[in-house]
C-alpha cells in the first residue's frame, strides 16, 4: 500500500503542478499591431485598440531582441507585446518588440521572440 499511495501522490503533484504551468501560460497577452497612441505621461500605448500600461518592469527591445529605449516607439509603427491582465489598470505590459512590419506565420522562425 505504501508504494501505490506514493505514486497516488506523484501523480496528483504532478498534475497540479502542470495545471499551474498552463493557467500562467494562458495568462499572458501576445499582440502584433499597429501603434495607434503613445501616452508617455500616462505610460500607456495603444495596440489595435487595446490599451497596455508599462511600467519600470517592462522592457522594450528592438527587432533582434536587443534593449531599446521607449522614444523608438511610434505612431502607425508595428510592435509585439507580451503582457497581463490586471484589474485596475487593464494590461501591463511586460516585453515590447518594436518590429519593422506585421510578421507572419512564415516569418516568425526569424525572430526569436515569437513562440
Do not use: C
Not at 504551468?21 to 485598440?49: C, H, L, P, R, Y
Not at 527591445?61 to 507580451?82: A, C, H, M, R, S
Not at 503582457?83 to 518594436?98: F, L, M, Q
Amino acid at each position: 500500500m505504501k508504494r501505490e499511495g506514493r505514486v497516488i501522490l506523484i501523480i496528483i503533484v504532478t498534475l497540479m503542478v502542470s495545471a499551474l504551468t498552463f493557467a500562467s501560460d494562458k495568462d499572458i497577452v501576445k499582440i502584433q499591431g499597429v501603434v495607434m497612441a503613445v501616452d508617455v505621461k500616462k505610460n500607456i500605448v495603444i495596440v489595435n485598440e487595446r490599451s497596455f500600461a508599462w511600467d519600470h518592469q517592462t522592457a522594450i527591445y528592438n527587432e533582434k531582441g536587443l534593449p531599446t529605449t521607449f522614444d523608438k516607439l511610434k505612431l502607425q509603427g508595428w510592435v509585439y507585446i507580451e503582457g497581463i491582465p490586471d484589474k485596475n489598470r487593464g494590461n501591463i505590459a511586460r516585453k515590447i518588440y518594436v518590429i519593422p512590419k506585421y510578421i507572419n506565420e512564415k516569418e516568425k522562425h526569424l525572430y526569436s521572440f515569437f513562440e
